[in-house]
Protein backbone atom coordinates (compact mmCIF):
# COMPACT_ATOMS: atom_id res chain seq x y z
CA UNK A 1 0.00 0.00 0.00
CA UNK A 2 3.15 2.14 -0.54
CA UNK A 3 1.95 5.57 -2.03
CA UNK A 4 4.82 7.53 -1.70
CA UNK A 5 8.09 6.19 -1.77
CA UNK A 6 9.99 9.20 -0.82
CA UNK A 7 8.94 8.65 2.32
CA UNK A 8 9.79 5.12 2.45
CA UNK A 9 13.70 5.37 2.72
CA UNK A 10 15.87 7.60 4.91
CA UNK A 11 16.76 10.51 2.28
CA UNK A 12 16.31 13.17 4.51
CA UNK A 13 16.37 15.70 1.40
CA UNK A 14 13.10 14.63 0.52
CA UNK A 15 9.95 16.80 2.55
CA UNK A 16 7.48 14.46 4.17
CA UNK A 17 4.41 14.08 3.16
CA UNK A 18 2.95 13.23 6.33
CA UNK A 19 1.19 15.05 8.94
CA UNK A 20 -0.68 13.20 11.39
CA UNK A 21 -2.00 9.93 10.08
CA UNK A 22 -1.00 6.20 10.09
CA UNK A 23 1.99 5.28 8.22
CA UNK A 24 1.25 2.59 6.00
CA UNK A 25 3.71 -0.60 6.59
CA UNK A 26 5.22 -0.09 3.08
CA UNK A 27 6.72 3.06 4.43
CA UNK A 28 8.03 2.12 7.73
CA UNK A 29 12.25 2.21 7.34
CA UNK A 30 15.02 3.09 9.70
CA UNK A 31 16.89 1.39 12.35
CA UNK A 32 16.12 1.70 16.41
CA UNK A 33 19.27 3.20 17.17
CA UNK A 34 18.03 6.30 15.44
CA UNK A 35 16.16 6.83 19.14
CA UNK A 36 19.35 7.00 20.51
CA UNK A 37 20.09 10.74 18.59
CA UNK A 38 16.43 11.66 18.38
CA UNK A 39 16.63 12.01 21.98
CA UNK A 40 20.27 13.25 22.45
CA UNK A 41 20.39 15.67 20.47
CA UNK A 42 17.69 18.38 21.56
CA UNK A 43 18.62 18.19 25.25
CA UNK A 44 22.16 19.97 23.76
CA UNK A 45 21.52 23.24 24.64
CA UNK A 46 21.62 25.99 27.92
CA UNK A 47 18.23 24.89 29.60
CA UNK A 48 19.47 21.36 30.81
CA UNK A 49 22.76 23.13 32.12
CA UNK A 50 20.89 25.82 34.26
CA UNK A 51 18.72 23.34 35.47
CA UNK A 52 21.38 21.15 37.04
CA UNK A 53 22.77 23.75 38.67
CA UNK A 54 19.56 24.86 40.09
CA UNK A 55 20.09 23.66 43.71
CA UNK A 56 23.59 24.52 44.69
CA UNK A 57 23.20 28.05 45.04
CA UNK A 58 20.50 26.58 47.84
CA UNK A 59 23.46 24.41 49.43
CA UNK A 60 22.56 21.13 48.14
CA UNK A 61 26.44 20.53 47.18
CA UNK A 62 27.75 18.52 44.54
CA UNK A 63 26.71 15.22 45.52
CA UNK A 64 23.40 15.82 46.68
CA UNK A 65 22.80 17.06 43.01
CA UNK A 66 24.13 14.46 41.43
CA UNK A 67 22.20 12.21 43.07
CA UNK A 68 18.91 13.81 42.56
CA UNK A 69 20.00 14.17 38.92
CA UNK A 70 20.73 10.76 38.06
CA UNK A 71 17.13 9.46 40.07
CA UNK A 72 15.18 11.99 38.31
CA UNK A 73 16.90 10.96 34.98
CA UNK A 74 16.29 7.28 35.54
CA UNK A 75 12.20 8.34 36.03
CA UNK A 76 11.88 10.87 34.21
CA UNK A 77 13.90 8.85 31.01
CA UNK A 78 11.58 5.39 31.66
CA UNK A 79 8.26 7.32 30.79
CA UNK A 80 9.78 8.89 28.13
CA UNK A 81 11.30 5.70 26.43
CA UNK A 82 8.03 3.48 27.21
CA UNK A 83 6.34 5.97 25.19
CA UNK A 84 8.55 5.69 22.14
CA UNK A 85 8.23 2.38 21.75
CA UNK A 86 4.12 3.05 20.81
CA UNK A 87 5.39 4.39 18.10
CA UNK A 88 5.81 1.68 15.22
CA UNK A 89 2.81 -0.29 17.04
CA UNK A 90 0.16 2.39 16.17
CA UNK A 91 2.33 4.29 13.35
CA UNK A 92 0.72 7.66 14.84
CA UNK A 93 2.50 10.50 16.15
CA UNK A 94 2.21 10.21 20.24
CA UNK A 95 -0.46 13.02 20.98
CA UNK A 96 -3.28 11.61 18.27
CA UNK A 97 -2.66 7.94 20.30
CA UNK A 98 -4.38 9.68 22.83
CA UNK A 99 -7.68 9.68 21.24
CA UNK A 100 -8.26 5.98 22.52
CA UNK A 101 -8.46 6.92 25.94
CA UNK A 102 -9.73 10.67 25.62
CA UNK A 103 -11.47 10.36 22.74
CA UNK A 104 -11.19 12.20 19.31
CA UNK A 105 -12.79 15.54 21.03
CA UNK A 106 -11.74 14.80 24.42
CA UNK A 107 -8.02 14.04 23.32
CA UNK A 108 -8.14 18.27 22.01
CA UNK A 109 -7.44 19.36 25.55
CA UNK A 110 -4.06 17.28 25.94
CA UNK A 111 -3.42 17.94 22.30
CA UNK A 112 -4.08 21.82 23.12
CA UNK A 113 -1.96 21.89 25.98
CA UNK A 114 1.23 19.83 24.09
CA UNK A 115 1.11 22.57 21.34
CA UNK A 116 1.61 25.45 24.06
CA UNK A 117 4.16 23.15 26.13
CA UNK A 118 5.90 22.95 22.78
CA UNK A 119 5.70 26.65 21.10
CA UNK A 120 6.99 27.74 24.84
CA UNK A 121 10.10 25.81 24.52
CA UNK A 122 10.48 26.61 20.80
CA UNK A 123 10.23 30.17 22.31
CA UNK A 124 12.85 29.26 24.97
CA UNK A 125 15.39 27.26 22.75
CA UNK A 126 15.32 30.42 20.21
CA UNK A 127 16.26 32.65 22.70
CA UNK A 128 19.08 31.16 24.59
CA UNK A 129 20.57 29.52 21.02
CA UNK A 130 20.45 33.23 19.69
CA UNK A 131 22.20 35.03 22.74
CA UNK A 132 25.04 32.59 22.59
CA UNK A 133 25.32 33.01 18.63
CA UNK A 134 24.87 36.65 18.93
CA UNK A 135 27.46 37.08 22.10
CA UNK A 136 29.87 34.79 20.68
CA UNK A 137 30.43 36.78 17.34
CA UNK A 138 29.64 40.30 19.08
CA UNK A 139 26.17 39.90 16.66
CA UNK A 140 23.02 41.97 17.33
CA UNK A 141 20.73 39.72 18.80
CA UNK A 142 17.33 40.55 16.43
CA UNK A 143 19.09 38.87 12.96
CA UNK A 144 20.67 36.12 14.99
CA UNK A 145 17.25 34.96 15.91
CA UNK A 146 16.10 34.97 13.12
CA UNK A 147 18.75 33.32 11.31
CA UNK A 148 17.67 30.47 14.29
CA UNK A 149 14.43 30.23 13.57
CA UNK A 150 14.88 29.92 9.93
CA UNK A 151 16.83 27.33 10.44
CA UNK A 152 14.60 25.35 12.91
CA UNK A 153 11.68 25.82 10.95
CA UNK A 154 13.36 24.91 7.48
CA UNK A 155 14.37 21.69 9.12
CA UNK A 156 11.32 20.97 10.60
CA UNK A 157 9.62 21.18 7.38
CA UNK A 158 11.56 18.96 5.76
CA UNK A 159 10.42 16.75 8.53
CA UNK A 160 11.10 12.96 10.12
CA UNK A 161 14.29 12.19 8.28
CA UNK A 162 16.18 15.37 8.09
CA UNK A 163 15.19 15.88 11.93
CA UNK A 164 16.61 12.16 12.45
CA UNK A 165 20.07 13.02 10.07
CA UNK A 166 20.27 16.08 11.90
CA UNK A 167 20.27 14.76 15.25
CA UNK A 168 22.90 11.93 14.30
CA UNK A 169 24.92 14.98 13.21
CA UNK A 170 24.93 17.04 16.35
CA UNK A 171 25.21 13.95 18.53
CA UNK A 172 28.52 12.94 17.16
CA UNK A 173 29.91 16.26 17.17
CA UNK A 174 28.47 17.28 20.70
CA UNK A 175 30.00 14.19 22.19
CA UNK A 176 33.31 14.99 21.17
CA UNK A 177 32.97 18.33 22.59
CA UNK A 178 30.99 16.93 25.65
CA UNK A 179 34.14 14.96 26.52
CA UNK A 180 36.22 17.45 26.04
CA UNK A 181 34.65 20.17 28.05
CA UNK A 182 33.79 16.97 30.97
CA UNK A 183 38.00 16.15 31.25
CA UNK A 184 38.54 20.25 31.53
CA UNK A 185 36.51 20.71 34.19
CA UNK A 186 37.32 17.72 36.26
CA UNK A 187 41.09 19.16 35.75
CA UNK A 188 39.63 22.29 36.71
CA UNK A 189 37.59 20.60 39.99
CA UNK A 190 35.05 22.32 41.52
CA UNK A 191 34.66 25.48 43.44
CA UNK A 192 33.61 26.35 47.30
CA UNK A 193 29.44 25.42 46.48
CA UNK A 194 30.65 21.63 46.19
CA UNK A 195 29.85 21.26 49.73
CA UNK A 196 27.07 20.82 51.30
CA UNK A 197 25.41 23.60 53.66
CA UNK A 198 22.61 22.32 54.98
CA UNK A 199 21.53 18.89 56.81
CA UNK A 200 18.79 16.99 58.34
CA UNK A 201 15.22 17.71 56.59
CA UNK A 202 16.24 20.93 55.05
CA UNK A 203 19.15 18.54 53.06
CA UNK A 204 16.29 16.83 52.18
CA UNK A 205 13.55 18.80 50.65
CA UNK A 206 16.41 20.67 48.51
CA UNK A 207 16.90 17.90 47.14
CA UNK A 208 13.47 16.64 46.95
CA UNK A 209 13.54 20.14 44.52
CA UNK A 210 16.24 19.59 42.41
CA UNK A 211 15.02 16.02 41.73
CA UNK A 212 11.83 17.05 41.13
CA UNK A 213 13.44 19.88 38.78
CA UNK A 214 14.99 16.96 37.07
CA UNK A 215 12.09 14.83 36.60
CA UNK A 216 9.77 17.55 35.54
CA UNK A 217 12.40 18.45 32.43
CA UNK A 218 13.12 14.91 31.43
CA UNK A 219 9.52 13.70 31.48
CA UNK A 220 8.17 16.37 29.50
CA UNK A 221 9.89 14.77 26.58
CA UNK A 222 7.08 12.09 26.76
CA UNK A 223 4.80 13.63 24.29
CA UNK A 224 7.29 13.45 21.49
CA UNK A 225 8.64 10.37 21.89
CA UNK A 226 6.24 8.09 18.87
CA UNK A 227 6.27 11.37 17.12
CA UNK A 228 10.26 10.40 16.30
CA UNK A 229 9.31 6.41 16.40
CA UNK A 230 6.65 6.07 14.17
CA UNK A 231 8.29 5.44 10.98
CA UNK A 232 9.74 2.28 12.06
CA UNK A 233 8.78 -1.13 10.77
CA UNK A 234 6.41 -2.72 13.14
CA UNK A 235 8.05 -5.67 14.29
CA UNK A 236 11.41 -3.15 15.42
CA UNK A 237 12.10 -4.73 19.23
CA UNK A 238 10.62 -3.33 21.84
CA UNK A 239 13.75 -3.70 23.96
CA UNK A 240 15.73 -2.02 21.49
CA UNK A 241 13.46 0.89 20.96
CA UNK A 242 13.44 1.65 24.75
CA UNK A 243 16.85 0.78 25.72
CA UNK A 244 18.51 3.30 22.92
CA UNK A 245 15.68 6.19 23.95
CA UNK A 246 16.25 5.91 27.37
CA UNK A 247 19.99 6.00 26.71
CA UNK A 248 19.70 8.60 24.40
CA UNK A 249 17.58 10.97 26.80
CA UNK A 250 19.38 9.36 30.51
CA UNK A 251 22.61 10.25 28.90
CA UNK A 252 22.04 13.56 27.49
CA UNK A 253 19.94 14.61 30.35
CA UNK A 254 22.42 13.53 32.96
CA UNK A 255 25.94 14.60 31.19
CA UNK A 256 24.44 18.15 30.98
CA UNK A 257 22.99 18.56 34.19
CA UNK A 258 26.12 17.19 35.55
CA UNK A 259 27.90 19.66 33.84
CA UNK A 260 25.89 22.39 35.07
CA UNK A 261 25.52 21.56 39.02
CA UNK A 262 29.74 21.12 38.58
CA UNK A 263 29.95 24.32 37.06
CA UNK A 264 27.63 26.40 39.43
CA UNK A 265 30.01 25.13 42.24
CA UNK A 266 32.53 28.06 41.20
CA UNK A 267 29.99 30.16 42.60
CA UNK A 268 30.39 32.72 39.23
CA UNK A 269 28.97 35.73 38.68
CA UNK A 270 27.93 35.62 35.39
CA UNK A 271 26.29 31.92 35.45
CA UNK A 272 26.98 28.88 33.79
CA UNK A 273 28.59 31.03 30.88
CA UNK A 274 30.68 33.37 33.41
CA UNK A 275 31.61 29.64 34.59
CA UNK A 276 32.34 28.09 31.32
CA UNK A 277 35.10 31.31 31.04
CA UNK A 278 36.59 30.52 34.38
CA UNK A 279 37.21 26.80 33.74
CA UNK A 280 37.77 26.55 29.55
CA UNK A 281 40.45 27.97 27.87
CA UNK A 282 39.66 30.58 25.01
CA UNK A 283 39.75 28.27 21.59
CA UNK A 284 37.43 25.64 23.89
CA UNK A 285 34.92 28.02 25.10
CA UNK A 286 34.50 29.34 21.78
CA UNK A 287 33.91 26.16 21.03
CA UNK A 288 31.71 24.86 23.47
CA UNK A 289 29.53 27.86 23.03
CA UNK A 290 29.18 27.68 19.76
CA UNK A 291 28.05 24.26 19.28
CA UNK A 292 25.57 25.01 22.45
CA UNK A 293 23.90 27.86 20.32
CA UNK A 294 23.96 25.84 16.85
CA UNK A 295 22.49 22.48 18.80
CA UNK A 296 19.35 25.10 19.78
CA UNK A 297 18.59 24.26 16.36
CA UNK A 298 17.91 20.30 16.26
CA UNK A 299 16.24 21.32 20.08
CA UNK A 300 13.73 23.73 18.48
CA UNK A 301 12.94 21.98 15.15
CA UNK A 302 12.15 19.09 17.51
CA UNK A 303 9.26 21.19 19.02
CA UNK A 304 7.89 22.62 16.01
CA UNK A 305 7.52 19.99 14.54
CA UNK A 306 6.12 18.05 17.17
CA UNK A 307 3.72 21.27 18.08
CA UNK A 308 2.52 20.45 14.18
CA UNK A 309 1.47 16.91 15.43
CA UNK A 310 0.04 18.61 18.31
CA UNK A 311 -1.98 21.46 16.59
CA UNK A 312 -3.29 19.15 14.02
CA UNK A 313 -4.32 16.73 16.31
CA UNK A 314 -6.79 19.32 17.97
CA UNK A 315 -7.98 20.38 14.48
CA UNK A 316 -5.79 23.43 13.45
CA UNK A 317 -7.00 24.04 9.91
CA UNK A 318 -3.77 24.44 7.75
CA UNK A 319 -0.97 21.65 6.87
CA UNK A 320 1.92 19.99 8.32
CA UNK A 321 4.40 23.06 6.61
CA UNK A 322 2.26 25.63 7.02
CA UNK A 323 1.87 25.25 10.97
CA UNK A 324 5.32 24.55 11.71
CA UNK A 325 6.35 28.19 9.49
CA UNK A 326 2.97 29.67 11.64
CA UNK A 327 4.33 28.73 15.08
CA UNK A 328 8.17 29.46 13.83
CA UNK A 329 6.83 33.28 13.16
CA UNK A 330 5.05 33.35 16.60
CA UNK A 331 7.92 31.82 18.32
CA UNK A 332 9.96 34.42 16.75
CA UNK A 333 7.66 37.49 18.11
CA UNK A 334 7.71 35.94 21.74
CA UNK A 335 10.97 35.89 21.63
CA UNK A 336 11.61 39.52 20.83
CA UNK A 337 9.12 40.83 22.93
CA UNK A 338 10.03 38.61 25.65
CA UNK A 339 13.76 37.94 25.13
CA UNK A 340 14.88 39.59 28.49
CA UNK A 341 16.99 38.15 31.57
CA UNK A 342 14.34 38.43 34.05
CA UNK A 343 11.65 36.94 31.36
CA UNK A 344 13.86 33.74 31.02
CA UNK A 345 13.19 32.32 34.44
CA UNK A 346 9.34 33.32 34.29
CA UNK A 347 9.06 31.51 31.04
CA UNK A 348 10.75 28.47 33.01
CA UNK A 349 8.22 28.34 35.94
CA UNK A 350 5.33 28.99 33.18
CA UNK A 351 6.89 25.53 31.28
CA UNK A 352 6.45 23.80 34.33
CA UNK A 353 3.43 25.02 34.85
CA UNK A 354 2.33 23.72 31.80
CA UNK A 355 3.89 20.41 32.24
CA UNK A 356 1.66 19.85 35.16
CA UNK A 357 -0.38 18.36 32.33
CA UNK A 358 2.04 15.83 31.18
CA UNK A 359 2.09 13.24 34.31
CA UNK A 360 -1.34 12.65 34.26
CA UNK A 361 -1.80 12.33 30.12
CA UNK A 362 1.61 9.86 30.73
CA UNK A 363 -0.24 7.52 33.10
CA UNK A 364 -3.15 7.43 31.26
CA UNK A 365 -1.66 6.99 27.68
CA UNK A 366 0.71 4.03 29.16
CA UNK A 367 -2.36 2.13 31.18
CA UNK A 368 -4.06 2.64 27.94
CA UNK A 369 -1.53 0.60 25.81
CA UNK A 370 0.31 -1.00 27.78
CA UNK A 371 -3.06 -2.38 30.53
CA UNK A 372 -6.18 -1.92 28.81
CA UNK A 373 -4.87 -3.17 25.20
CA UNK A 374 -2.23 -5.68 26.57
CA UNK A 375 0.96 -3.91 25.01
CA UNK A 376 -0.93 -2.38 21.75
CA UNK A 377 -2.70 -5.38 21.05
CA UNK A 378 -6.49 -5.23 20.58
CA UNK A 379 -6.66 -1.42 19.56
CA UNK A 380 -8.90 -0.47 16.79
CA UNK A 381 -7.60 -0.47 13.26
CA UNK A 382 -5.60 2.52 12.37
CA UNK A 383 -8.20 4.35 10.85
CA UNK A 384 -10.55 4.68 13.88
CA UNK A 385 -8.19 7.07 14.81
CA UNK A 386 -8.32 9.46 12.35
CA UNK A 387 -12.45 9.74 12.46
CA UNK A 388 -13.97 12.59 14.41
CA UNK A 389 -17.61 10.30 14.69
CA UNK A 390 -16.22 6.91 14.85
CA UNK A 391 -15.68 4.01 17.46
CA UNK A 392 -12.96 6.28 18.71
CA UNK A 393 -15.56 9.69 18.58
CA UNK A 394 -16.81 11.78 21.12
CA UNK A 395 -15.61 12.13 24.43
CA UNK A 396 -14.42 8.87 26.36
CA UNK A 397 -14.62 9.41 29.86
CA UNK A 398 -12.70 7.14 32.09
CA UNK A 399 -9.60 9.16 30.20
CA UNK A 400 -11.32 12.31 30.64
CA UNK A 401 -12.13 11.63 34.30
CA UNK A 402 -9.39 10.56 35.18
CA UNK A 403 -7.17 13.48 33.63
CA UNK A 404 -8.39 15.92 35.13
CA UNK A 405 -9.23 14.52 38.45
CA UNK A 406 -5.61 13.96 38.74
CA UNK A 407 -4.48 17.34 37.89
CA UNK A 408 -7.46 18.61 40.64
CA UNK A 409 -6.28 16.21 43.52
CA UNK A 410 -2.04 17.08 42.74
CA UNK A 411 -3.18 21.06 43.14
CA UNK A 412 -2.52 21.31 46.67
CA UNK A 413 1.15 19.58 46.10
CA UNK A 414 1.62 22.12 42.92
CA UNK A 415 5.14 24.20 43.08
CA UNK A 416 6.01 26.66 40.87
CA UNK A 417 7.14 30.28 40.94
CA UNK A 418 3.60 30.88 39.24
CA UNK A 419 1.25 28.84 41.45
CA UNK A 420 2.49 27.07 44.92
CA UNK A 421 -0.37 24.90 46.79
CA UNK A 422 -0.51 24.34 50.33
CA UNK A 423 1.73 20.90 50.58
CA UNK A 424 4.00 22.51 48.11
CA UNK A 425 5.09 25.09 50.69
CA UNK A 426 5.40 23.48 53.62
CA UNK A 427 7.92 21.13 51.43
CA UNK A 428 9.84 24.63 50.55
CA UNK A 429 8.86 24.33 46.70
CA UNK A 430 9.52 20.51 46.32
CA UNK A 431 7.17 19.96 43.98
CA UNK A 432 5.37 16.26 44.55
CA UNK A 433 2.05 17.02 42.20
CA UNK A 434 3.90 15.02 39.47
CA UNK A 435 3.73 12.21 41.27
CA UNK A 436 0.43 12.23 42.44
CA UNK A 437 -1.74 13.25 39.40
CA UNK A 438 0.29 10.39 37.28
CA UNK A 439 -0.91 8.19 40.29
CA UNK A 440 -4.23 9.17 40.65
CA UNK A 441 -5.11 9.65 36.95
CA UNK A 442 -3.51 6.00 36.63
CA UNK A 443 -5.12 3.97 38.87
CA UNK A 444 -8.53 6.22 38.25
CA UNK A 445 -8.16 4.69 34.56
CA UNK A 446 -7.20 1.30 34.90
CA UNK A 447 -10.41 1.36 37.31
CA UNK A 448 -13.04 3.34 35.25
CA UNK A 449 -11.83 1.36 31.89
CA UNK A 450 -12.43 -2.20 33.45
CA UNK A 451 -15.91 -0.78 34.57
CA UNK A 452 -17.20 1.40 31.38
CA UNK A 453 -18.27 -0.95 29.02
CA UNK A 454 -16.86 0.12 25.05
CA UNK A 455 -13.19 0.46 26.22
CA UNK A 456 -11.57 -2.60 24.34
CA UNK A 457 -9.12 -4.08 26.90
CA UNK A 458 -12.49 -5.36 28.31
CA UNK A 459 -13.56 -7.58 25.25
CA UNK A 460 -11.36 -10.32 23.53
CA UNK A 461 -9.82 -8.10 20.44
CA UNK A 462 -11.91 -8.50 17.38
CA UNK A 463 -9.88 -10.37 14.36
CA UNK A 464 -10.03 -7.58 12.23
CA UNK A 465 -8.35 -5.38 14.76
CA UNK A 466 -5.54 -7.41 15.12
CA UNK A 467 -4.42 -7.26 12.03
CA UNK A 468 -3.62 -4.01 12.19
CA UNK A 469 -2.67 -3.47 15.79
CA UNK A 470 -0.50 -6.92 16.31
N1 LIG B 1 10.84 18.72 27.86
C1 LIG B 1 11.38 19.57 27.02
C2 LIG B 1 10.75 19.86 25.86
C3 LIG B 1 11.32 20.73 25.02
N2 LIG B 1 12.48 21.29 25.31
C4 LIG B 1 13.11 21.02 26.43
O1 LIG B 1 14.19 21.57 26.70
N3 LIG B 1 12.55 20.16 27.27
Request: with cysteine.
Amino acid sequence: MSTNPTNSTENALAVERHGIEYIDEGQRHGDPRNQFSIRFSPVIYLAAIVLGGSAVPMGLGLSGSLTAILLGNLLGAICTAACAVMGPRLGLPQIPMGRSAFGYRGNHLPAALSSLLYLGYFTLGTILGAKSLAELFKLPFVPVMIGVVLASVLIAIFGYNLLHAFGRWVTRVSIVVLVVVSVLLVMHGPGAGAAARLDGTEYWLVWLLEFTIVFSYTMSWAPYASDYSRYLPRDTSRGKIFGYAFAGLFLSTTWMMALGAMLTTLGSQGGVIGAFELALPGPVLVVTLFTLGIAAIPHNSVNLYSGAMASLTWGFPLNRSATVALSGVLGAVLAVLFGGAAFEDAFHAFLFLVAYYVTPWLAIVCADYFWVHRGGRGYPPAAEFGRPDGQLGGIRWPGMAAFLLGILVSVPFMATDLFTGPIGRALNGADLSYFVSFLVAGGVYVLAARRVSGVAGERPAPRATSEHAD
